[in-house]
């Protein structure tokens, strides 16, 4: 099992490439599935996640050919997907369980064939994430739904969903996102209240509406579709990562660095920038993206995560290590998940002082953070302890890295690039 080796205290300077966003191109790709036209997306990133729903695509009939892979190289990744005749409408165990974005498949399988099988999901253990809120959005917008022996049927009568109104109790974005997909092709109107308005779901609309789409109240709570009776295919490009692109500003700040998030989309991450600017780092915007640099001691920060357009919950664990540098105590609540503090062990094992008390934890620094040997618990996580690497003193190894593998885009070659210490280490 590879694991990613640094060494610490170096100063990182210089220009990082933002990647396609994950949680967006994890929505996309299902889109295939609406219509026997071409769907070509470009800036598609490179990693485990964006692979492994490529493969249950092809399980489903979705033929894909890919452009721009090379690993190491600076093409951009271009996808085209195809699914003239659906081969089959059970998304299997085998498949699903690698990660929980496969439930959206649910949505878009069940508007175009009236009928979809999927097994309940896995994903990162960060809590408990039920799926209830996509199914009665399916169910609000005419369809009967079945849960038996872990899978969810889902089924349109007569063939085709009829269309209806849900208001969401609690923002979700998974649960929009597979509604969205299934109004769109539905008999009438669906409306959508209280729906997330996270950008993803904006780029999602968007492809949409460039498929034929019928989307009305984009980038707000209230969403109207107008359902239609086949969509085409498209090219389209997924937007840019503004987690990676938070994850490098904070690699900035951490080690008293200067990056230049080439592509990224500032008016996406408000949030981040906000609170990257009150810990004391500067923003400039450029003419790509936006420059971030820290040149003098970081300010803690009370933070509590919220929905966008909040402060994003997969943001809280870079924060949390670039905050143990800080100069006083920060203060940090966790509202979306239950069980997101997992990183927390590690980074005390690194001179970290931190204390958890239920979903609040408070960071106290600055502290003095040495190398060590590390364990990755998720995705977001996994980041943190590299965060935490970059600035220690002396060696740390984090193992489990197939969890930055399925977010991080050649996180090596980038963090090497502005002057980091970093190697991957493949296991004999």
Do not use: W
Request: include cysteine; glycine fraction near 12%.
């Amino acid at each position: 099992m590879d694991s990613i080796r640094i060494t610490g205290g170096k100063r990182l300077e210089g220009k990082i490439p933002i990647s396609g966003a994950k949680n967006s191109a994890l929505t996309l790709l299902p889109c295939a599935l609406l219509t026997a036209g071409k769907l070509t997306l470009g800036n598609l990133p490179r990693l485990a996640d964006v692979d492994s729903f490529g493969h249950l695509l092809n399980e489903l009939g979705v033929s894909t050919k890919v452009s721009g892979a090379k690993r190491g190289g600076g093409a951009k990744r271009r996808m085209t997907l195809q699914a003239d005749e659906i081969a089959s409408t059970v998304a299997p165990y085998d498949m699903v369980r690698k990660m929980r974005a496969s439930i959206l498949v649910l949505g878009p399988m069940l508007a175009r064939m009236g009928e979809s099988t999927v097994s309940l999901p896995g994903g990162c253990a960060i809590g408990d994430r039920p799926i209830d809120l996509h199914l009665k959005a399916l169910e609000a917008i005419g369809a009967e739904i079945e849960l038996a022996a872990g899978y969810v049927k889902a089924v349109a009568p007569g063939g085709r969903l009829s269309g209806g109104d849900f208001s969401f109790p609690v923002v979700s974005v998974g649960a929009t996102e597979n509604a969205l997909m299934a109004a769109v092709l539905a008999k009438g109107r669906s409306e959508l209240f209280n729906a997330a308005r996270e950008p993803e779901i904006g780029d999602l609309c968007n492809l949409l509406v460039a498929m034929g789409a019928r989307i009305a109240g984009i980038g707000s709570a209230h969403l109207v579709i107008d359902g239609v009776e086949g969509l085409d295919g498209c090219d389209y490009d997924v937007m840019p990562d503004r987690i990676e692109a938070g994850s490098y500003a904070c690699a900035a700040g951490i080690t008293g660095g200067s990056i230049e998030l080439a592509g990224a989309r500032p008016e996406d991450m408000l949030a981040i920038t906000n609170g990257l600017a009150a810990a004391g780092l500067m923003i400039e915007m450029t003419g790509d993206g936006m420059r971030v640099t820290a040149d003098k001691p970081l300010r803690p920060l009370a933070i509590s995560t919220a929905p966008f357009p909040g402060f994003p919950t997969d943001m809280q664990a870079q924060f949390m290590a670039m905050l143990t540098v800080a100069e006083g105590q920060s203060f940090l609540e966790e509202t979306i998940f239950e069980n997101r503090y997992m990183h927390v062990p590690e980074l005390r094992r690194m001179g970290a002082e931190i204390e958890v008390h239920g979903r609040s934890a408070i960071v106290k620094g600055p502290s003095r953070l040495t190398g060590a040997q590390v364990m990755a618990t998720d995705l977001r996580a996994s980041m943190s302890l590299i965060l935490a690497g970059l600035a220690a003193e002396g060696e740390t190894e984090v193992m489990r890295v197939y969890h930055l593998d399925r977010g991080y885009e050649r996180l090596e070659d980038k963090l090497s690039a502005v002057g980091a210490t970093i190697e991957r280490v493949s296991a004999g």
